[in-house]
């Protein structure tokens, strides 16, 4: 009697690795929960877009980002902030710094009036399973 182990070859593990991932996208596909939020194309704060605005930002409209406040600083987002105001007449950009963001937005997501810019970073970043479910 002869046994013979054939060896699995890592170009036969791939392949089954990506085919079973495959499977699991197309099952997890259907889990998925419609959105339930406002559609960004009928929405009435959203301005025409184009190259100067990509995302629609509304003549005179204010827009509040909080940034975690690490080791890069939040000067790229002040930085940003400015060059839209100067883009967008009469718009006003207000960046925050935080560096617990978890702990400072939680409260606001709670409440219904979470920023419109986020920067979830640090150690103490919001999960984001719970800004799913908020």
Known sequence: MTT??????????LRGGLAAAALAA???????????GPDPATSSAAGPTSA??????AANSSTEAVIFKGGYGIEYAEFAGKAMQTKQAGSTIKVDAATNIAQ???????????????????AGL???NTIRDQ
């Open 4 to 13: 013979s182990l054939s060896s699995l070859h890592r170009r036969d593990f």
């Open 126 to 128: 919001i999960a984001i």
């Open 104 to 122: 400072t937005l939680q409260p606001r997501f709670v409440a219904g009036n979470p920023p419109d810019v986020i920067d979830n970073s640090g």
């Open 26 to 36: 197309t099952g997890l596909a259907g889990c998925a929960a419609s959105g339930t």
């Open 52 to 57: 100067e605005n990509p995302f629609g930002l």
